[in-house]
Structure formats: structure tokens, C-alpha cells
């Protein structure tokens, strides 16, 4: 009975739901798939409709590849379609939902979950992005770039740097160290990243900024001109579009810059006539949590920084109520951007004083898809965030919590935020398959296959050290992580140059914010990284398996985890392998429906046996992989 009830599989995805993103008043059809047998007696679909609890029986449709399917109706009218099923023996009642099969009733905290009425970025599920500060990234118009006699920035001048330098600290130059990359150097790249296999575009902050990464805008409505200014940006969106790619802005609204034209505290870019900080009368006082001594609060106490205050209405329409506002402005033609990235999201509109959080994220949200329906709204933040994926909040996090953190500790690293605690980061505690897959398993057991499918996941950022830097983390252990990021149900990002290993230190930020390697020939390791990425970009930008399909977690021991993306006609087996030792892994083919599918090894090192009812796979030491199964045609 056991063996049987871990066939038990449905998501919410269209291979399981008629219309996954349903409108109110719709019926739609959700089916439940397990292996056929003789012992289940009755299939039930549960669910409640305006606080009535519905239970319906399925119906079996079809038998196909070993598995059974049952299907039934159910009729969405609330917000949300909340549903969980019963599988019935002469003796026992089984119950499924998110978190799998138990034997008694559970609670509805783990049920499979619809919204309704969801404009989704459905977009998301298909796409490989390619993050790029673009400082950092080509300079495509060396005349256009900061000079050392340009500004000064609460004192101190910018720094501009040859391309072969190495970035200074923090504390030296103050985020002024200077690389000359702009807009019109991504231009010229763009078949470099067609040919990568990326389709979608990430930009760290463009707007006009006193430092190169541009977290501290000066003025919103204006693109850097050091990095080409509108008509960089408007060019790059068109040819971006041309090639059938998607492109999203960063943007910091919890913050500016302390010399900002709203605030204006230095007055080294704007007369001191403007802005808040010396005119309690400005406009723009309201905007700044500023007392009458001109103390104010800032992002985490950084002065440089001060925080906006979402009491402020006049703000919220600066920002994004208005048709001409901020978040409109690129979303509109001739910027025509496909969505934001929002920095600090989890800390924005809330303080000690006032928390008008979830109001103001609601607006943001209405605002945006009344402007454009599909725009994609993704927030940094780095914990647990599932009170924010109600439809109506957020579409999708830069996903540390289920990718970053996990895959990084799994390849050898401590926690992202265990690290910083000194004390914590000192133990040496297990770093398993195990962990790693009950921590994947914890956020999609109560999180919706709708929210599930438009995650951002990524290992690497702009915040964090490369992978491949860190000690102890071998090449070996950053494939396996790679490979299996691209697994995961969601978008995929890949910070610049992760593709071809590009140089760097683990010791701050600014270790990660290396320059583009673009004259230097690549070593035989860096090309072999780069075809690897270039093979997993190919295989998520095309295979449906890895944008809608399905997500099960085949093994996981101390050392393996094994997961798998599938649909009907095709799977994709993810291995990654930890172990000092050879690994051998049997895996039924029944149990995935692929009773006589073709098997191929795509990615990696493994060996692959098969017969028409099982997979061998023999794992070499710290071996990772890729392989395909496709049912044959007259199947």
C-alpha cells in the first residue's frame, strides 16, 4: 500500500487543472493521477464554495503508462480555490494535499491552492535571466563616463578604474570605483547572451546615482547618463524585444540617496533651495521621516540613505499612483519594461512610527497590473515570505529561501544568514541531501503551484559571494548546484559571469562585482562551465518539462538528493551527489509513467542503465546530472 501511495501525485499546473488561472464563476477540472491498481475503491475531490464544504467523487477518465487518472469539477467563486482529496480502501481513508498522503484528516494550512481572478506573469516559468550591473558589464561608449573631477559625494570624488582592476572596498571610495559600463556596452553584447541561451534581461538600477550600484537614486526620473541616459534605455528595450526576450528594471523606492533632489542634505548636486532636508517648508519634507533637529530615519541607520514615508499620499502618487509616476513611466512605452525588481521590499513602508506595509504593496500591486497585466512584480527578500504571495501583494521573491540558501549550504557554505552570526557560523553542523530537500519541501508544501511556477531563484547576486569563491566549494560542488537551480519550478538568474567562472574574492560585496571578462581567452575549466550553462539555458528556455511540469523529490540520503520535472509524455531527472563514494540509484519507471521511455543522459558524469520497467544510475564520487526519459512514439 505504501509503494502505492507514493504515486499519489497533482499539482495545481495545467496538467492537472483545466484552467490554472481561472476567473470567478468559473468550473474547472482538477484531476489526481496514481498507479493503477485494485485496491483504491473511490477517489474525492474536497473543497469549500463560499464556506461549504464540497465533496465530490472522481471519475476515472483514462489509464495511461501504468497511471490512472480521476478527474472532477469544482466552481470557483472566493478569492481562492482551497482543495485536498480522499482516497478511499475497504479499510482506510487516505489523505492528500501539498504536504503528501497522511492517514488521518489534516488541516487546510497545506491544501492545494488557486486564486482567482490572478493576472500572473505567466512568463516567468519560462524564463533564464541574465543579471547585469551594468557598471560592470561592457562599456560600449567610453566618452560618456564618470570622470574624477565630475562630482563629489559627501566628500569624496569618483574613482575611475581601468577594466583590468580589480573593484576597491566600500570604506576606500565609497561604491564610487568607476568601470564605465553603460547600456549601449549590453547592446552590443546581446548575441553573447542569445548565444548563452538566456531570455530575459536584469538590471541592477540605472537611474542617476553618485555610485555604481546605484541603490541611492538622486532623481527616479532620470536614467544615469554615465550609462547612456533614456535613449540607451529605450534602445535596449527594443532590441531586447526584438529577440523575443523579456526585460526587468531594479529599483529602490524604500530609500534614496541623502543628496537626492527630494532630500538634498549635501547640496553637491542641487541648489540648496531644494529639497527637504534644509526647507522645512519643501514639499518634499513629507516625503522623509525628518524632526525638527533634522534627525531622520534611514535603511538600516545608514545616513546616506534616508527612508521614504509611505504616510505621505502625495508620495504614494509620485511613486506609483499616477499615470506619469515612477513605476508607470517604464512600464509604458517607450520603455516598455516587463516588470520590477524592488529592493529591500521586506522592510519597505514600515518602521517604529508607522507600518503601512501590506496597504501600500496592494496599491503597488493594483497600480502595476491595471498598467499592464503580465508586468512582473518581484521582491527582495531573503527569509520566508509566504504571507506576501497572496495575489495581491507580490508575484514572486529573488528566492533565497527555497534556492540560494539551501543549494549554497548543500555545495559546502554556511547558511546566508547563519553566517552572519559569528557565533552561529562557527558550528560545523551537517550540510545534507536530507536538509537540503526537506528545505526545498517546506516552502512548496504550503506555498501555490501559481506562486511556485514564478519564483526567481538564483545561488548567486549582486549581495552575495560567487559560489565557486568560497572555501571549500569545489567545481564539482558548484555544477551540481547549478544544475539543480535550474531544476527548480520557476524563473532561473544567473549573475554576470557565473557562466564563465569570472574572477573575484569571497571577502565583501565587492568581491562579486568583478568586471566582465571579455578580452582574456577562458581556461578549458571556464569554457566547460560555459558550455554546461549554455546546455541547462537551452533545456529551460524550451523543455516544458522544466516550465510547467511537475516536481517530485525521487531520493534524498545524507549525501544525494534526486528530484524530478515531468508531464505526461517526458521527465527530467535532476541527481546531485555529495558522497565520497560511488552512488547506485533504482528508480521504477512505472512510478513515473514511463513504463519503455527512451533514457539519456544529457548533463554530467553519470552512468545510466534501463530497461523497460526500472533506471539504474550509477553516480560517480561528487557526480551530478541531467537525464531525459520520453516515452516512445507508438506509446
Known amino acids: 500500500m505504501q509503494t502505492l501511495l507514493q504515486t499519489v501525485y497533482s499539482d495545481s499546473t495545467k496538467h492537472f487543472v483545466s484552467k490554472p488561472y481561472p476567473r470567478k464563476g468559473d468550473i474547472i477540472q482538477i484531476s489526481l493521477r496514481v498507479k493503477e491498481n485494485l485496491i483504491l475503491q473511490q477517489v474525492f475531490l474536497r473543497y469549500k464554495k463560499q464556506g461549504v464544504e464540497i465533496v465530490e467523487e472522481m471519475t476515472k477518465t483514462e489509464t495511461l503508462n501504468g497511471l490512472s487518472y480521476y478527474q472532477a469539477d469544482a466552481l470557483c467563486l472566493d478569492d481562492y480555490l482551497s482543495y485536498q482529496f480522499y482516497l478511499t480502501t475497504k479499510e482506510a481513508i487516505y489523505f492528500y494535499t501539498q504536504a503528501g498522503i497522511s492517514d488521518y484528516l489534516p488541516d487546510d494550512s497545506h491544501n492545494f491552492k488557486i486564486y482567482t481572478d490572478y493576472d500572473a506573469p505567466e512568463w516567468l516559468s519560462q524564463t533564464v535571466f541574465y543579471q547585469i550591473m551594468p557598471d560592470r558589464f561592457a562599456n560600449g561608449r567610453p566618452e560618456i563616463g564618470i570622470t574624477a573631477e565630475q562630482f563629489t559625494y559627501n566628500g569624496k570624488s569618483p574613482r575611475p578604474m581601468r577594466w583590468e582592476d580589480q573593484p576597491l572596498e566600500y570604506a576606500d571610495v565609497f561604491a564610487m570605483d568607476f568601470y564605465g559600463g553603460d547600456l549601449w556596452g549590453i547592446i552590443d553584447h546581446l548575441d553573447y547572451l542569445q548565444e548563452l541561451g538566456v531570455n530575459g534581461i536584469y538590471l541592477n538600477p540605472i537611474f542617476t546615482s553618485p555610485t555604481h550600484h546605484k541603490y541611492d537614486a538622486l532623481d527616479y526620473f532620470e536614467i544615469d547618463r554615465s550609462l547612456g541616459g533614456e535613449e540607451a534605455l529605450i534602445a535596449l528595450s527594443q532590441a531586447i524585444h526584438h529577440r523575443g526576450m523579456k526585460l526587468v528594471l531594479d529599483i529602490s523606492i524604500n530609500h534614496t540617496s541623502s543628496s537626492s533632489k527630494w532630500f538634498n542634505k549635501t547640496c553637491e548636486f542641487y541648489d540648496k533651495s531644494v529639497g527637504a532636508y534644509h526647507n522645512p517648508d519643501a514639499p518634499e519634507r513629507e516625503f522623509f521621516f525628518i524632526d525638527e533637529q533634522n534627525n531622520y530615519k534611514s535603511w538600516f541607520g545608514v545616513e546616506t540613505m534616508p527612508q521614504l514615508n509611505y504616510g505621505s499620499q502625495h508620495l504614494r502618487d509620485i511613486i506609483y499612483r499616477n499615470e506619469n509616476s515612477v513605476l508607470k513611466k517604464y512600464l509604458k512605452e517607450p520603455f516598455n519594461i516587463d516588470g520590477w525588481r524592488f529592493d529591500v521590499a521586506d522592510v519597505m513602508a514600515r518602521n517604529d512610527v508607522l507600518d503601512v506595509y501590506h496597504e501600500v504593496w496592494r496599491e503597488i500591486y493594483q497600480e502595476i497590473k491595471a498598467t499592464k497585466k503580465d508586468a512582473a512584480i518581484i521582491a527582495e527578500e531573503w527569509a520566508d515570505a509566504w504571507e506576501m504571495y497572496d495575489a495581491k501583494q507580490w508575484d514572486s521573491t529573488m528566492n533565497y529561501f ?14 546566508l544568514f547563519l553566517e552572519r552570526q559569528p557565533d552561529l557560523a562557527q558550528i560545523n553542523y551537517p550540510k545534507t541531501a536530507r536538509h537540503l530537500g526537506r ?13 511556485q511556477y514564478q519564483m526567481f531563484n538564483l545561488i548567486d547576486s549582486h549581495d552575495v559571494p560567487r559560489l565557486y569563491h568560497m572555501d571549500g566549494v569545489a567545481f564539482a560542488a558548484y555544477q551540481g548546484a547549478s544544475i539543480c537551480l535550474f531544476g527548480l519550478p520557476g524563473a532561473t538568474n544567473i549573475w554576470y559571469g557565473d557562466e564563465q567562472l569570472l574572477g573575484g574574492h569571497h571577502k565583501s560585496n565587492e568581491g562579486t562585482r568583478y568586471p566582465m571578462n571579455w578580452s582574456r581567452e577562458l581556461t578549458q575549466q571556464e569554457k566547460d562551465c560555459y558550455q554546461l550553462y549554455q546546455t541547462l539555458c537551452r533545456l529551460k528556455t524550451t523543455e516544458e518539462s522544466l516550465q510547467t511540469g511537475g516536481f517530485r ?83
Not at 528545505?439 to 506562486?451: A, C
Not at 548533463?603 to 516515452?631: C, M, Y
Open 439 to 451: 528545505r526545498i519541501l517546506q516552502f512548496m508544501t504550503k506555498v501555490p503551484s501559481q506562486i
Open 402 to 415: 527555497q534556492a540560494a540558501r539551501p543549494l549554497r549550504e548543500f555545495a559546502g557554505t554556511c547558511d
Open 553 to 635: 523529490i525521487l531520493r534524498m540520503t545524507e549525501q544525494v538528493i534526486v528530484f524530478v520535472r515531468f508531464t505526461r509524455e517526458a521527465c527530467y531527472l535532476f541527481v546531485w551527489s555529495q558522497s565520497e563514494q560511488e552512488e547506485q540509484i533504482d528508480i521504477t519507471a512505472l512510478d513515473l509513467g514511463m513504463t519503455g521511455a527512451d533514457w539519456a543522459l544529457l548533463v554530467g558524469d553519470s552512468h545510466v542503465d534501463s530497461t523497460a520497467e526500472r533506471l539504474n544510475l550509477i553516480v560517480p564520487v561528487k557526480g551530478s546530472a541531467i537525464i531525459s526519459g520520453h516515452l516512445c512514439q507508438e506509446q
